[in-house]
């Protein structure tokens, strides 16, 4: 689960490892558009244009709920956060001790 927050919001958005690659390819600008997760029983749109990526939540990326905008940067860290994140839970899941 991804969770964004500040002083005046809170987004939750439930999304799967293998999502990640996707988010990748958006931080890299290889791609414009990428649905990936789940929030508020919803589907999650990433849009790329210019340095803005728009996080939409809805339908689809033309007739969304709601919309968060932030920089592509923020995309970045983002992405290198959940790397860690993903990698760490595999690393300790390879090493637990079986039954």
Not at 11 to 23: F, H, Q, R, V
Request: proline share 2%; aromatic share 10%; with cysteine.
């Amino acid at each position: 689960m991804i969770k964004l927050c500040s002083d005046f919001f809170e987004l939750n958005i439930w999304i799967d490892a293998g999502d990640i690659e996707g988010l990748k390819d958006i931080g890299a600008r290889k791609i414009k558009y990428y649905q990936a997760g789940k929030s508020a029983n919803s589907a999650v749109h990433w849009v790329l244009e210019a340095q803005t990526a728009y996080i939409l939540i809805g339908d689809d990326q033309e007739a969304w709920d709601i919309a968060l905008s932030v920089d592509i940067g923020f995309i970045k860290r983002l992405i290198r956060v959940l790397d860690k994140a993903v990698k760490a839970r595999q690393k300790t899941a390879i090493s637990a001790p079986h039954p």
